[in-house]
């Protein structure tokens, strides 16, 4: 469906890593301080949106209306719990396949980059030893829209210097396969064919992709 693939653009949280449960713990804690329970079902709606974003759900969940200043206040009380988990990350926790896939793409010469909206993504991607396995790391320091705004991967091909068509994404989030498609981008999802419908193809992890696989894109 396109030309040769050039370049493999990568989200962090699902993907990678899975640093899903710590960022699902620490909204938990923070919705309990305000009064209300916050489920693993409403944490599904927070998949691949910005701090900012995902706070104005979780008190949409909560029903409260709060000023902007308290709202920050609250965000950073948040990132700071999760920052203490995240320190403790270590090659471990990096999801089956995915140091494999990186190393596949980089001796067949596919350039590689993160589109990630985390603010913490140096922090994970220095605790695994992920960081140099990737041409160039676009996260939320870099970016100012969320997705499905397209920006992170039209900034990591950018970077890379290689056209959104010669690209393919790999998301497990509804809205990060959204931004994608609005690149102009292949992608393939990971998780569910339910929720990722609009990918090219979806894979339960990155262990069931290879170059040759990719290749079928």
Same mark, same amino acid.
């Given at each position: 469906?396109?030309?040769?693939?050039?370049?493999? +653009?990568?989200?962090?949280?699902?993907?990678?890593?899975?640093?899903?449960?710590?960022?699902?713990?620490?909204?938990?804690?923070?919705?309990? *301080?305000?009064?209300?329970?916050?489920?693993?079902?409403?944490?599904? !709606?927070?998949?691949?949106?910005?701090?900012?974003?995902?706070?104005?759900?979780?008190?949409?969940?909560?029903?409260?209306? +709060? %000023?902007? *200043?308290?709202?920050? !206040?609250?965000?950073?009380?948040?990132?700071?719990?999760?920052?203490?988990?995240?320190?403790?990350?270590?090659?471990?926790?990096?999801? %089956?396949?995915?140091?494999?896939? +990186?190393?596949?793409?980089?001796?067949?010469?596919?350039?590689?980059?993160?589109?990630?909206?985390?603010?913490?993504?140096?922090?994970?991607?220095?605790?695994?030893?992920?960081?140099?396995?990737?041409?160039?790391?676009?996260?939320?320091?870099?970016?100012? !829209?969320?997705?499905?705004? %397209?920006?992170?991967?039209?900034?990591?091909? *950018?970077?890379?210097?290689?056209?959104?068509?010669?690209?393919?994404?790999?998301?497990?989030?509804?809205?990060?396969?959204?931004?994608?498609?609005?690149?102009?981008?292949?992608?393939?999802?990971?998780?569910?064919?339910?929720?990722?419908?609009?990918?090219? !193809?979806?894979?339960?992890?990155?262990?069931?992709?290879?170059?040759?696989? +990719?290749?079928?894109?």
């Amino acid at each position: 469906m396109q030309q040769k693939i050039r370049a493999c +653009l990568f989200d962090l949280d699902g993907v990678l890593v899975d640093t899903a449960r710590y960022h699902y713990l620490a909204w938990s804690r923070l919705a309990q *301080e305000l009064g209300f329970t916050f489920t693993e079902k409403d944490n599904e !709606r927070l998949k691949g949106v910005s701090r900012d974003a995902s706070l104005e759900i979780l008190l949409e969940i909560g029903g409260l209306t +709060l %000023p902007q *200043e308290e709202k920050l !206040r609250l965000a950073e009380r948040k990132n700071t719990w999760y920052v203490e988990s995240i320190l403790k990350m270590n090659s471990q926790e990096i999801l %089956p396949g995915a140091l494999e896939f +990186l190393t596949e793409c980089r001796l067949a010469g596919i350039k590689t980059a993160l589109g990630s909206a985390s603010k913490n993504a140096m922090t994970i991607l220095n605790g695994t030893g992920l960081a140099p396995y990737f041409d160039a790391i676009i996260d939320g320091t870099k970016t100012s !829209r969320a997705k499905p705004d %397209p920006e992170v991967f039209l900034l990591a091909a *950018e970077n890379l210097n290689v056209l959104p068509e010669d690209c393919v994404v790999f998301e497990d989030a509804e809205a990060g396969i959204e931004a994608a498609v609005r690149a102009g981008m292949a992608s393939v999802g990971i998780g569910s064919p339910d929720i990722l419908k609009q990918a090219n !193809r979806v894979i339960p992890s990155l262990a069931e992709m290879s170059i040759s696989r +990719l290749s079928e894109l």
